[in-house]
Nanobody, 125 residues
Framework: VQLQASGGGLVQAGGYLSLSCAAS????????VAWFRQAPGKEREFVAA????????FYADSVKGRFTLSRDNAKNALYLQMDSLSPEDTAVYYC???????????????????WGQGTLVTVSS
């Protein structure tokens, strides 16, 4: 399975962006899927994750209420709608997926085997 992230760009604070991640090679419908981000000089951090068997979508506290992860199994894609963006959201955003992630590991980057190439989001003040 290959993941291709897109949709990043430059936006002013308070604005919004929508990221997409298209998967090819295998359906992701039963996979755990997630978004992570990495700001300059910082470690990669969890943003959001979901899996059908978990029955819910989980968010980092820093994005809760502003970001929404969704998936379209028919298109084999996942999305991240980002609203009320702030300069602190500036980072390279990565989509990730794995068939072997359990709920207790859902926020750990090491738990995900498949990664997109990243898309840069820059929020200006």
């Amino acid at each position: 399975v290959q993941l291709q992230a897109s949709g990043g760009g430059l936006v002013q604070a308070g604005g919004y962006l929508s990221l997409s991640c298209a998967a090819s090679g295998r359906t992701l419908s039963n996979y755990a899927v997630a978004w992570f981000r990495q700001a300059p000089g910082k470690e990669r951090e969890f943003v959001a994750a979901t899996r059908r068997s978990w029955g819910s979508t989980f968010y980092a506290d820093s994005v809760k209420g502003r970001f929404t992860l969704s998936r379209d199994n028919a298109k084999n894609a996942l999305y991240l709608q980002m609203d009320s963006l702030s300069p602190e959201d500036t980072a390279v955003y990565y989509c990730a997926a794995s068939s072997g992630v359990i709920l207790s590991e859902s926020r750990a980057a090491r738990a995900y085997a498949l990664w997109g190439q990243g898309t840069l989001v820059t929020v200006s003040s």
